[in-house]
């Protein structure tokens, strides 16, 4: 049974910074990558930032700059640490993989960045 949760969201001043992670279990991050998403108010779940097994990073444009994506393979966990945070990064980060063309999706974590 595959399980991915998120912690590390929360409140903070634009401008700080937040580090996001994921842990899973019965996957693999080093053999199917993992990705973050974000569903921010009134808009479309996007993507942040991905990661492959490998360890090769791939940011949209839009993301580029202020996101880093990592991943420890001994713990099976993920990471995005998040810079220079401006309100309307405020959303849900949700972690995402699969296997098999399946996808497997965390619960979210909350992100609330105040003006």
């Known amino acids: 049974q595959v399980q991915l949760v998120e912690s590390g969201g929360g409140l903070v001043q634009a401008g700080g910074s937040l580090r996001l992670s994921c842990a899973a279990s019965?996957?693999?991050?080093?053999?199917?990558?993992m990705n973050w998403y974000r569903q921010t108010p009134g808009n479309q779940r996007e993507l942040v930032a991905a990661?492959?097994?490998?360890?090769?990073?791939n940011y949209p444009d839009s993301m580029k700059g202020r996101f880093t994506i990592s991943a420890d393979n001994v713990k099976n966990t993920a990471y995005l640490q998040m810079n220079s945070l401006k309100p309307e990064d405020t959303g849900v980060y949700y972690c995402?993989?699969?296997?098999?063309?399946?996808?497997?999706w965390g619960q979210g974590t909350q992100v609330t960045v105040s003006s």
């Open positions: 019965g996957i693999q991050f080093s053999i199917n990558g």
């Open positions: 990661i492959t097994g490998g360890g090769t990073t």
């Open positions: 995402h993989t699969s296997r098999n063309w399946i996808p497997y």
